[in-house]
């Protein structure tokens, strides 16, 4: 079955601190893949992307994910974190297949940010 | 800027009671999608739909939920008869074409007491 793991549940950090989330997938096919954002109380909202081309993806508010195919990973990075990034992250595949755009999402890393 | 629009936005009822909860997805969007997040479970898929027709409800419970798609602008998600466990955050989110990001709405809070 398709699946989404995000190894860390919670991460505690000063500010200025340097941020990596691990995300892993496991499908052999094509993908899409996302990091959403949900800070306390909102909704998601989507920080980054990658489709194809440069595995290496900017988003929103500094952050940066990498894709690596051969390690079947989209790790999210930030080198300096902010008070303002505590928040719930969640990793998110969309499996190419059909045309139809359905996520499957990791189980969320909530990020505590200490000033 | 265009926003998915959940309604309402907190719900609290008692349990065996019918709830609806709706969503407007964004205009043009033709994908829709229900979520239910819980502290124990995260995120769950229960449904979605394409052009108003449903793609997949196997997330769903399907002997007291139900989802509809009256028309393009109108999503809902029905529990009857909701129980405690129904307790969650619902969220819908709609998308374009594949290939675009969803986009997701505040979120219905949903306690069944």
């Known amino acids: 079955a398709q699946s989404v793991s995000q190894h860390n549940h919670h991460v505690i950090l000063s500010e200025a601190a340097s941020l990596e989330l691990g995300c892993n997938y496991s499908?052999?096919?094509?993908?899409?893949l996302f990091w959403y954002v949900q800070y306390p109380g909102q909704h998601l909202q989507l920080l980054l992307k990658?489709?194809?081309?440069?595995?290496l993806v900017k988003g929103i508010k500094g952050f940066e994910a990498e894709f690596i195919k051969s390690k079947f990973s989209f790790n999210l990075r930030k080198p300096s974190v902010q008070w303002s990034d505590t928040a719930e992250y969640f990793c998110a595949v969309n499996p190419i297949s059909g045309g139809y755009n359905k996520l499957i999402f990791g189980a969320g890393t909530r990020l505590a940010v200490h000033p | 800027d265009a926003r998915v629009t959940q309604t309402p936005r907190h719900k609290v009822t008692e349990m065996g009671q019918e709830v609806t909860m709706r969503c407007q997805p964004i205009l043009g969007h033709n994908t829709v999608f229900w979520y239910r997040q819980t502290m124990m479970q995260g995120l769950e898929l229960l449904a979605y739909f394409r052009n108003r027709a449903p793609l997949d409800d196997s997330g769903m419970p399907k002997d007291r939920f139900s989802a509809e798609m009256p028309d393009a602008t109108l999503a809902t998600l029905k529990i009857q008869p909701s129980e405690p466990r129904d307790s969650a955050v619902y969220f819908c989110a709609s998308s374009g074409d594949s290939n675009q990001p969803q986009h997701f709405g505040d979120g219905t809070r949903l306690s069944i007491l």
């Open positions: 990658y489709f194809s081309g440069d595995p």
């Open positions: 499908y052999g096919g094509t993908v899409n």
